[in-house]
């Protein structure tokens, strides 16, 4: 079982940055690979980006590529996908999620996780 916790919303200018943070709570943190998706209103809930449980690969939906980074820090339990050259159309309530032992681009897949936070809203104005 592990908990996640969402931090780092907030309101931009388009151009802008902007860091999210999920902070995790338990021991085996390490072993589980770490996704952000997010959902817009009236839309369906979209991947976002993907680190495995190792940190060795990271994966991004193409709509953020190039913008969006996403790192963990096994130490502080904590892992964060920095936004830089945010546009309106990325304004969304954003949600982090954990796969015990995650490999490979199945972890583009919402159906694969079977831990989410509560999400932080993402709200980009042009």
């Known amino acids: 079982q592990v908990q996640l916790v969402e931090s780092g919303g907030g309101f931009v200018q388009a151009g802008g940055s902007l860091r999210l943070s999920c902070a995790a709570n338990?021991?085996?943190?390490?072993?589980?690979?770490l996704g952000w998706f997010r959902q817009a209103p009236g839309k369906e809930r979209e991947f976002v980006a993907a680190i495995t449980w190792s940190g060795g690969n990271t994966y991004y939906a193409d709509s953020v590529k190039g913008r969006f980074t996403i790192s963990r820090d096994n130490a502080k339990n904590t892992a964060y996908l920095q936004m830089n050259s945010l546009k309106p159309e990325d304004t969304a309530v954003y949600y982090c999620?954990?796969?015990?032992w995650g490999v490979g681009p199945h972890l583009k897949t919402l159906g694969e996780y079977e831990f989410w936070g509560q999400g932080t809203q993402v709200t980009v104005s042009s």
């Open positions: 338990g021991r085996t943190f390490s072993s589980y690979a």
């Open positions: 999620a954990a796969n015990r």
